[in-house]
């Protein structure tokens, strides 16, 4: 059933700003721009007394700390100023995380006590991330991961193995980390209704746990929203790390809001500090699917599976 077609970025601004040969690895940049982005920050880390391996995605120093290059490019890439102001951009970055590096561990002496009400659950792209390894964690959607993270004034540090067992174990901390979600402020919800019929949700905040309020589905719907969902389940983004988006799947509005859904996704994923995905995603009764995706070209196009598209068949029949 030919519900969706594919999508050009010439048609619809749909999908993320593609570059002429994008690097393989900080793909919103050319090769030649994100080549730049690595020799900064190779001469940022020199500048203050650190040699660091330049790799794809992350440097690595001396002693093998690895520091990822995601966040820092992203701040170049949206920087008004143009390359002109990239330098100026690493060097502040690299300033805050050896600051964060050379700081008292907050880990040292904390206890369950006190950690409680600083732990949080949180959505991480898994792109982002170098390496895994000793870090618990479980995967939430297709290229997205779920960490527990210990929240600071001015950063977030995430647990690893030992310390999540120095403070009570995974399922604990997960525990305390999902109340602290529940007890984020609602800073600003808005509900985009289109004129094809498509709608959706859109919770937004300034705090960077907002969009690991989607971990809270289908209870965010319900507490922000007064829905409760279906037995279709719901549409969910997270373009970056201050939105979520969603959309309860209960008739066939579901069709013009997915495609509405992906093109609000991906220009929140490509023009917003801390970016976490630009796809759609519909939670199917047990786990999340991802229906978007993108060619080389940056093209977007929707993909659905016999499930997804039962589920289409049955609401386009009238049957709820």
Do not use: K
Request: aromatic share 8%.
């Amino acid at each position: 059933m030919g519900l969706f077609g594919r999508r050009r970025r010439r048609e619809r601004d749909l999908s993320p700003v593609t570059p002429e040969n994008p690097d393989d690895s900080l793909t919103f940049l050319g090769v030649e721009d994100a080549q730049r982005i690595r020799a900064l920050v190779r001469r940022s880390f020199a500048d203050r007394g650190l040699e660091v391996s330049v790799h794809a995605d992350h440097v690595v120093d001396d002693s093998g700390r690895q520091f990822g290059l995601w966040n820092v490019a992203a701040a170049c890439h949206q920087d008004d100023r143009g390359r002109g102001g990239w330098a100026d951009v690493v060097d502040q970055h690299v300033d805050r995380v050896l600051a964060g590096m050379d700081a008292p561990d907050p880990f040292e002496g904390l206890t369950p006590e006190a950690a409680r009400p600083r732990i949080y659950a949180r959505i991480y792209e898994r792109a982002g991330i170098p390496d895994l390894t000793g870090f618990p964690h479980r995967e939430f959607a297709p290229g997205l991961v779920e960490m527990i993270a210990l929240d600071m004034p001015d950063s977030v540090m995430v647990f690893n193995d030992e310390r999540v067992e120095a403070l009570g174990g995974y399922d604990q901390l997960r525990a305390w980390g999902m109340e602290s979600l529940r007890r984020e402020p609602v800073e600003r919800h808005e509900v985009l209704d289109l004129p094809d019929g498509a709608r959706f949700h859109v919770l937004l905040g300034g705090s960077v746990h907002t969009a690991s309020r989607a971990l809270l589905m289908p209870w965010l719907a319900a507490e922000v929203a007064g829905e409760e969902v279906g037995r279709h389940g719901w549409l969910l983004s997270v373009p970056n790390r201050q939105q979520v988006v969603w959309h309860l799947v209960r008739d066939i509005s579901v069709i013009p809001t997915l495609q509405a859904m992906a093109g609000f996704a991906a220009a929140g994923f490509g023009d917003s500090p801390g970016p976490l995905s630009p796809h759609v995603y519909w939670w199917d009764g047990g786990a999340y699917q991802q229906l978007t995706q993108y060619d080389d070209e940056g093209n977007a196009s929707i993909v659905v599976d016999a499930t997804f598209q039962a589920v289409l068949e049955e609401l386009a029949g009238g049957t709820d």
